[in-house]
Nanobody, 121 residues
Framework: QVQLVEFGGGLVQAGGSLRLSCTAS????????MGWYRQAPGKQRELVAD???????KYADSVKGRFTISRDNAQNTVYLQMTSLKPEDTAVYYC???????????????WGQGTQVTVSS
């Protein structure tokens, strides 16, 4: 029904940059919020950043000043520009969409398949 597809993960050196993208497909009428979560080995999944359809953003303290989230509402796409990457940023990054309306049906959330980001020291 609704599918999120992520691109942009990979292996980079510390201090490098990556740009992640995620596009939601389907007969989607609106998405209230889109964001990025990550899960490092042995740790719980955590919110990295999210953005509402109105443009309000929220960032984890650990990435403020280094990551930037943006969104193209017309394309149902969210981006995460990551700069000054650190080894502790290594994780699987998951795209998330919340409060999705398809016709008269509302869905709470959908998740992407995840993309690996590895930062070497």
């Amino acid at each position: 029904q609704v599918q999120l597809v992520e691109f942009g993960g990979g292996l980079v050196q510390a201090g490098g940059s990556l740009r992640l993208s995620c596009t939601a497909s389907g007969r989607i009428d609106s998405i209230n919020a889109m964001g990025w979560y990550r899960q490092a080995p042995g740790k719980q999944r955590e919110l990295v950043a999210d953005i509402t359809k109105g443009g309000s953003t929220k960032y984890a303290d650990s990435v403020k000043g280094r990551f930037t989230i943006s969104r193209d509402n017309a394309q149902n796409t969210v981006y995460l520009q990551m700069t000054s990457l650190k080894p502790e940023d290594t994780a699987v990054y998951y795209c998330n969409a919340e409060r999705i309306r398809v016709g008269v049906i509302w869905y709470s959330s959908f998740w992407g398949q995840g993309t690996q980001v590895t930062v070497s020291s």
